[in-house]
Structures are given as C-alpha cells and as structure tokens.
C-alpha cells in the first residue's frame, strides 16, 4: 500500500469538511446538525484509520522500537517507509487523540442523567441554564435565572433546554468533542455542529411561544451567564450574536434535493473511502482473534 492511497482518504475527507463549513448556515438547524453529524462521523472514518496506519508505518521502521510492530504493519499492509515528517506527527496525533477520546468518554459518563426528575435549581448569582447528556435530559439552572427572568422568559429558556433533551442532542455533541478530541482539525466544522444544536433549539422555542423576537430578546438577556460544563448544552453557550440574528430574521427552508445532491454525493464518496480504510481495522482484528 502506498502512502498516497493512504492519505487519499484524509484528503477526500478535508475537502468535504471544507465543502460542508461553507454552505451550513444556509440550512433549517435541524438539517445542518444532521449534516454536520454525519460529515464528522465520515470524516473520523477516514481520518483515524489513515492516522493509525501512517503511525505503523512510521514505528515499524525505526531501529529497535519497530521490531514489535512488523505484524501490525503486515496487517495493515503498509509496507513502504513513511517518512519521519509524516509519520511522526501523525504517531503523536494518534496517542494525543486516544487519550482525548478516552477523557471525552469519562466525562460523558460522569455527567450523564438517565432518570426522570425535576428541574435542578443550584445557588448560583450568575444567570444560567444548561442541559446534562443522558435520556433524562436533566435541566439545570441557577438561582440567578430565575430571579433574574421573568415567567414567560423562563418559559423560553426550559422550552430551549428540553429541546435539546428531547431530540438527544448530547449524542451530537459527543461526536463533536470525539471529533476534536481524535482530529483536532476538525475543530471548526465540530463548534459549527454545537452551534447547529443551539439554533435547533432556540427554533423550538421560537415555536413554542410564536414570538422569534421575544426569544432573541431573552437570549441576549441571559448572554452573559457563566459557562457550562464541558459535555452540556448551555442556553447561552455558544454564538449568541449569531443565533440571535437568525431568529430575528424568517426561519430557513428546506433546500432542495437537487441543491444537497453535490454534498451528500461528497458525504458518499468519502463514506466509501473511509471503508476502505476500516477495512485494514477489521484485518487488524480478524489476526488478533483468529477464532
């Protein structure tokens, strides 16, 4: 296997992540978070796989240390000699997103809710409210924001947090933090994802109460509060000039199948590269378990 068929995967992936950037605030939310979802899932299909291979590539040829990855390499075919500025960054790439990943778990772990209950209200002067991943879609707010709002205006913000509850939007982010955490170029398209899931909910709440401005204007309110966790959705977290220009402007439509064909033709052909790339996984796995 040559590097070349090696990096043309990544490089496919690049130019579809760039392709995706450009056109995603012009969808409905609900669509670009779908698209950016799905965008980053192939994205780190192609990437991690590429990434691994070139860090064997690399290892198996250094004197000594690469004594002990020669099956791996044959596994994954790589026979040629990666060189050290390819192969280098990519084996610190590869060890720096293992450990990301794993930390992106844990606090995945750690901070989800799976049971029903209440809205959690926490002494707090700041204003703020944010959602916890896990299927419960537990609420947190501080004591700050409630003081702070009025009724109707704390209508918006838990119709804003429920959203993200209801439509699971924690297991968007997960793969927006994972995304970050195993490809750390991948950072811009992964904060266009989270800004996604904010407009997304922010359009329920314009829904609910039939006012896009009144929830602007609460919005605004509240954008000074402090920040959330890591694995959480804040009302206010994230893009608030932004989110509040979309919802003083009518909401976007669907584009048409025909305008979304050269993305997700895109979306496809990166798909098939990141098979093939997989596929040197499954050989990986198959030498590792013969049963």
Partial sequence: MSVFWLVA??????????GVTAVHRRLPPKWAAQTLA???????????????IL?????????????????CARVFGVHENVP????????????????????????????????????????HDQPFAFTLPGRAGHIVMSSGLVEFLDEDELSVVLTHERAHGRHRHDRYLVIAKLAVAVAPMLRPLSSRLEFSLERWADESAALACDDRTFVARTLGKVALGAPSPMMSLSFAGLGVPARMTALLEPMATPPRA???APLYLGVAVTGLFAIYQLHHLVKLIVTLCPG
Avoid: D, N
């Fill in 9 to 18: 995967p990544l490089a496919a992936a690049s130019v579809l992540a760039i």
């Fill in 38 to 52: 799905l965008t980053l899932v192939v994205v780190m299909g192609a990437a991690v796989p590429t990434v691994l």
């Fill in 55 to 71: 860090s064997l590539g690399y290892l198996t040829h250094i004197p000594l240390l690469g004594t002990g990855f020669e099956w």
């Fill in 84 to 123: 050290a500025t390819v192969g280098l960054p990519a084996s610190v790439v590869a060890i720096v997103g293992i450990w990301g990943a794993i930390k992106v778990f844990r606090s995945q772990r750690r901070l989800s809710h799976h049971h029903v209950g209440p809205v959690e209200v926490i002494a």
């Fill in 258 to 260: 025909l305008h979304m």
